[in-house]
């Protein structure tokens, strides 16, 4: 009985049992058998003590009678308490199952508490694998650019003049331009043009054309423009006249249109460094990794634009083998191009890129140069005696010699906004027709100078002719041994071969340098080029 009543206390305490619906009927059940079971045990014990205390020969004859039946009330204790051992099993046994079931619960929370862990590490980890390719993806971007040419068409035409539309868009309407630009496959017999060389000797216009053309195909609706990268290659520049420089600023303006792309070229950077764009093999292993991008079945539609081919003085060769490469390695890919005609591009091209190439010569125009000259003489006409007789003659005069060539122009008008109205005729007869005639005037005019010695003129002119690059007015100062203000002077004084950009002294074309370079000896300097850098670091 002490059992029992101790284990009732434990089994029918609130605080010992599982919630939950099945456990709780159980409980019910359970605890309406232990009552039942402690009714029968006492009434069991009380009729014990009362026939204890009783008459025992009166009890004897009630045994003998069987009228108290203590058989069958022991029966029933002992079935009752059969019943209650069966409920507490049962009860047992649901409550195991409700806690296992809670267990069974609580494991599924903690794996899926688990499970977020584990993604939320995992996009950590992707996030710092993504921020640490993007740091290399930014590294090798920075490393691998020479020059922003975006920048450089602002730095080109600040050094030139503004660029007039009629001057270039009358290449839009020309039918090598417009195959140039069509890139409709469907047709088999008109194989698409793929590559445009734009020729023409110095001076004409070149350079001005081709940033035209560059911001024409940069302004088309974006759903249908192909991506854009160009280059210009300066002569005058060492570090922007090489094949090197020209593929390096390729692929960087195509790696910001097409950032994918840098995979082809990732591997190697993480395995070389920098070391990649600047050393002796730069080139080979540039145009591995371009080669292998135009092979890229997610390469978009581009356009790749070269200005000034014939002033790549170093792997000239290379650079046209690869764009012949790439003509026959991929469609996506359009070539544009400009050079003088001494650079023979149809000779160095591969047979199997000849049918996608059309060319241009520029200088078989006439009236894009009569435009320009137009604009310049609306300039004249406000200054000092240059009324409409006089402009009427210097027009005819400057289009019997202009040539058609660009630079002329500009330099005789450069004359003439110096010289009264009344003496431009005069002035403008003294000029010979050609770059090279009208150079050796303009050196013939600089030795008549009189307000600094012609030797100092011709000493400035020396010195940026052996130049690698531009040299700031100062550095200039220094290497010619002249005062500041002398040789800023002297600059005005040479302004048909020098020009000043953002405090920058260059050569004002690719000619000029030419000229200066083949009269070194007999115009600038009795010495060769050898002894003038000698005497330069002197």
Known sequence: MDWYCALTEHLLNENNVIAGKDLKAVLCKLEKSIVDLYKNLLQYQMKSICSYY????????????SLDDWDGDLKGVTDTEAIVQNNIAQFFQEETRTFLGKVASHARGMETRLGDIHQTLQEFISSQKDAHRQDIESACRRDLRVIDPQHDIERIEKSKEDLLDDVYKWILDTPQ?????????????????????????????????????????????????????????????????????????????????????????????????????????AFIALSEAFRSMLRDPQLSPVYLAVDALDECAQGRSDLIDLISTSLTQSQNVKWLISSRPEVDVLADLKSDALETFIELDTQLLEAPVNIYIDYKLAILKQRKGYNDSVLAEVAYEIRQRAENTYLWVALAFKVLETVHGGYAIKRIREIPPGLSDLYDHMMTRIEEGQMIEPQDCKTVLAVMSLSFRPLSISELSVLTDLLFDVAETAIEMCGSFLTITNGSVNLIHQSAKDYLEKNYESRLHPARTAQGHAEIIR
């Not at 009783?54 to 009678?65: A, E, H, K, M, S």
């Open 54 to 65: 009783c008459n025992q020969g009166y009890i004897f004859l009630r045994g003998l009678l």
């Open 177 to 281: 331009y417009t195959a140039f630009t069509n890139w409709d496959n469907s047709r088999s017999d008109h194989p698409l043009r793929r590559l445009l060389w734009i020729k023409g000797h110095a001076g004409t216009g070149k350079t001005m054309l081709m940033i035209g053309l560059i911001r024409q195909l940069s302004h088309q609706p974006i759903a249908l423009s192909p991506a854009l990268s160009f280059f210009f290659c300066q002569g005058i520049d060492t570090a922007l006249n090489n094949a090197t420089a020209v593929l390096r600023s390729l692929i960087w303006l195509l790696l910001l249109q097409q950032p994918y792309l840098i995979s082809h070229l990732l591997q190697r950077y993480k395995d070389s460094g920098a070391e990649l764009f600047r050393d002796q093999n």
